[in-house]
């Protein structure tokens, strides 16, 4: 169960991370990921900032909205689309330093501290509902491409990624508040 809560929430992190990186690149102007690509790696980290800033001076209702548009764009993209989408995304993850990294998590978990507990509890109901609606199948690949990627990182990294996940894990599922079990 814990393996479980700890993969829905970094599945979590990870499609935050995802949908917040493709709205500030899609919602733009039509035709910004071609423009993106032509660009610089400086330039498009400056255009991303940019979107950001941009996104962060709308209310909260017209954010809702772009995010709303970003999901209706998505799901409208065919399964091979998306993975594509996804494994782009994967890769400018992958191609962040670790101080990049750190900072991308702080500003995705202040967002989530942002959230009401309403939109909390929906986004975590909707993540579970995706989670029971993947095939047994699909659903043990990512358990074990989640525990792949847990075992490759450091003891550094293990530590500072359970140190991330305390905040975010439900009473009673962090180690230190597990009940002895006979083993």
């Known amino acids: 169960m814990n393996s479980i809560i700890k993969i ?25 990921q ?3 690509k032509a660009m610089t ?4 980290a400056k255009e991303r900032e940019t979107m950001h800033q941009e996104m962060q001076k709308l209310t909260p209702e017209q954010r809702a909205e772009k995010r709303r548009e970003m999901h209706e764009y998505m799901e ?25 990294r ?7 978990r202040e967002h989530w501290e942002k959230m009401t507990p309403e939109e909390r509890a929906g ?18 690949t990512r358990r ?18 359970r140190h991330d996940m305390q905040g975010n894990m439900p009473p009673g599922m962090m180690p230190k508040d597990r009940p002895a079990t006979a083993k």
Not at 88 to 99: G, I, L
């Open 34 to 36: 071609e423009r993106m």
């Open 76 to 100: 409208k993209l065919s399964p091979e689309e998306r993975a594509r989408h996804h494994e782009e995304m994967r890769k400018a993850w992958d191609s962040m330093t670790p101080e990049q």
């Open 123 to 140: 986004h975590h109901k909707e993540m579970q509902k995706h989670w029971k609606s993947m095939p047994p199948e699909e659903r043990a």
């Open 8 to 32: 829905l929430i970094a599945a979590g992190i990870i499609a935050s991370f995802s949908l917040n990186a493709a709205e500030l690149t899609n919602t733009a102007k039509p035709g910004m």
């Open 102 to 108: 750190a900072a991308r998590r702080r500003e995705m």
């Open 41 to 44: 790696p400086e330039e498009r």
């Open 144 to 161: 074990r491409e989640m525990r792949e990627r847990f075992e490759q990182m450091s003891p550094e990294e293990r530590r500072q990624f």
